[in-house]
């Protein structure tokens, strides 16, 4: 009788202290959802993608373009107007508008600059609240350049990004990119590129899937630069209306992403920047796609063409949202070699 007796207070015991632990989780968690929500999830559904950025038929895919790398920036003027649009043919460092000998295999070519290197603090939000602080690396050393995005998240940790590569005929080529979503295993992709820009990818979460890729391929983040540096080279490209195609590879997928240009506008899009002049891109959605993300991105003269503000908005409703805050001279420590 006395076990017995001793056993139902144990059994009691523990019983209190595993409601007890579970009150304090659903205590700490429910405070975490009303400070911080709950990241990348959402019980709304997304609104319908503008008429103009849906692709109901084939669209001609320009063949990639060589680059002709500037070893200087190339001074800007300011332009004439807010919306002052050209398509003048491209202009070198000399203002002749063809590209001179020099840079990636002594061609001709495409102007092209590389941004400084540098940190980049953004505002991350989700459904329009404000989480933390994202820090942004973008670091170039001779041909060789590394970008590192951290994005912290409560409750489900940070997101990390890095594209790291080099500078090919035909710009920025990464070699590998790779993705982590808090504790979670990272996802790799690595370009295994020939000697012309072209190859074959291969994805850690898909060791058979090995697609052939073309010259001028990007990963999700590079793609933002290679546009700032044909940017910084020329702003006379990409007018308003014009689609630009970039073949782009996430953590397992190579697709061909088309992107519409609304061209050179001065407006307050970049709240930090105030009224300043920038470039929005927006990316454009295949009709029959089962699958619509709207993906919108700004980029600002006044950061050598780099994102001022990034824009995602989710099929299942929510809106993440990078905004940028300030820029500060990168750390040596952080440098590539």
């Not at 103009?52 to 300011?78: A, F």
């Not at 080279?233 to 190579?254: C, H, M, N, Q």
Request: hydrophobic share 35%.
């Amino acid at each position: 009788m006395i076990d017995f007796f001793d056993d139902l207070l144990l059994s009691i015991r523990r019983k209190s202290l595993w409601i007890l632990i579970t009150a304090i989780f659903l205590s700490i968690a429910g405070h975490l959802i009303l400070f911080f929500g709950v990241p990348f999830l959402s019980f709304s559904s997304a609104p319908p993608i503008s008429e103009d950025l849906i692709i109901k038929t084939d669209l001609r895919v320009e063949p990639p373009k060589k680059i002709q790398l500037s070893s200087s920036p190339k001074k800007r003027e300011q332009p004439k107007s807010a919306n002052a649009v050209s398509t003048d043919p491209l202009p070198n460092a000399d203002g002749d508008g063809k590209g001179k000998q020099g840079g990636p295999g002594d061609q001709s070519g495409q102007a092209f600059q590389l941004p400084e290197s540098g940190t980049y603090y953004f505002d991350a939000y989700a459904d329009g609240q404000l989480y933390q602080t994202a820090q942004l690396d973008w670091i170039t050393e001779g041909n060789q350049y590394r970008l590192y995005i951290n994005i912290p998240y409560a409750v489900v940790g940070p997101f990390v990004f890095e594209s790291r590569g080099s500078v090919d005929a035909y710009g920025i080529a990464p070699a590998i990119y790779w993705t982590q979503r808090g504790d979670k295993p990272p996802r790799y992709s690595r370009f295994e590129r020939d000697g012309q820009g072209s190859g074959k990818m291969f994805f850690s979460e898909k060791p058979d899937h090995t697609p052939e890729i073309v010259p001028g391929t990007q990963d999700r983040f590079s793609l933002m630069f290679q546009l700032a540096s044909l940017l910084n080279g020329s702003d006379k490209i990409d007018e308003a209306g014009s689609i630009r195609g970039i073949p782009v590879v996430d953590y397992d997928t190579l697709e061909m992403w088309q992107f519409k240009s609304y061209g050179e506008n001065e407006s307050e899009d970049i709240p930090s920047l105030g009224k300043s002049i920038n470039r929005h891109y927006a990316l454009m959605q295949r009709e029959s796609s089962p699958y619509k993300r709207q993906v919108d991105i700004w980029l600002a003269k006044d950061l050598d063409w780099l994102p001022g503000r990034m824009r995602s908005l989710e099929s299942n409703g929510r809106v993440l949202e990078l905004v940028f805050k300030q820029r500060v001279p990168i750390d040596n420590s952080k440098l590539i070699n």
